[in-house]
C-alpha cells in the first residue's frame, strides 16, 4: 500500500513539473471526496499552480456544477469513462485550467455489481487538446480503495505532464 508520504512526493513532482512549464491544473472528484486536493493543497506554494477543486459525489452535483449530461450518466452510470470525460472535461472549462483530473468510482462496501465491483474506479486525465480515461479495479477497503485512486491519478498526470 502507498504510504501518505509516497502521496505527498507526487504531488510534490507535479508541483515542480507545473511550476517548470507554467501551467495549473484543476480536479472533479467523486469518490475521493477531494483527496487528490488535499494532497495538492498541503504543499506550500501549490496556489501557484492549483486553484480548482470541484467535489461532485452526487450525480446533481456532475450535471449541474461540471455539466456531465443527463443522457451520459444514465446511459453509462456514473462510474464510466464517458462521464470521467466529461467530468475533466467540466474541470478544464469551469477553471480554465491547463490540466485536469476526474474520478468517479466505487469504493465499497457496497454499492458493486457484477459489471462493475466494488474497487472499479474510473480517471479521465490531461488537458484541452486530448483527456486519457482509464478503468482501475482496485482491492481493499474503502479508504484502501480511495487512497489507491489518489496515487494512481497522481501518477497518471506526471507521465502527462513528462
Sequence with gaps: MISNDELQDLA????????EK????????????????KEF?????SSNWYGYGFITYSNKAKLKILGVTKDTLIEEGAVSERVVKEMAEGALRNSGSDFSISISGIAGPTGGRDDKPVGTVCFGIGSQDNINCFTEYFKGDRDEVRKQSVAFALKELIKCLQ
Excluded: H, N, R
Aim: aromatic share 4%; glycine share 20%.
Design 12 to 19: 510534490i513532482k507535479i508541483g515542480q513539473l507545473l511550476t
Design 22 to 37: 507554467k501551467k495549473s491544473v484543476s480536479t472533479a472528484e467523486s469518490c475521493t471526496g477531494g483527496w487528490v486536493g
Design 41 to 45: 493543497t498541503g504543499i506550500p506554494g
